[in-house]
């Protein structure tokens, strides 16, 4: 379950790497990272729920700092 936590954060880190906001972000996936750790320890299902809003949170965070502005910066230019 770490292994798969630090994986993913390392996954995120890298697809954001152009973006301004990657250091917030990375300590964002960091804590809830540390979070499922802690958690390892009680139910599986108590994981699973976990690690699945951690996923659902991280991508709704990419696509709002990496999508949303290159979206909003090439509709600017399309109506110059």
Same mark, same amino acid.
């Given at each position: 379950m770490y292994q798969l936590t630090t994986s993913f954060r390392l996954w995120?880190?890298?697809?954001?790497?152009?973006?301004?906001?990657?250091?917030?972000?990375?300590? +964002? +996936?960091?804590?809830?990272?540390?979070?499922?750790?802690?958690?390892?320890?009680?139910?599986?299902?108590?994981?699973v729920v976990v690690v699945v809003v951690v996923v659902v949170v991280v991508v709704v965070v990419v696509v709002v700092v990496v999508v949303v502005p290159r979206t909003l910066s090439m509709f600017i230019i399309f109506l110059k």
């Open positions: 995120v880190a890298s697809a954001i790497n152009e973006s301004k906001e990657q250091e917030r972000l990375v300590v +964002v +996936v960091v804590v809830v990272e540390v979070e499922v750790v802690e958690v390892v320890e009680v139910e599986v299902v108590v994981v």
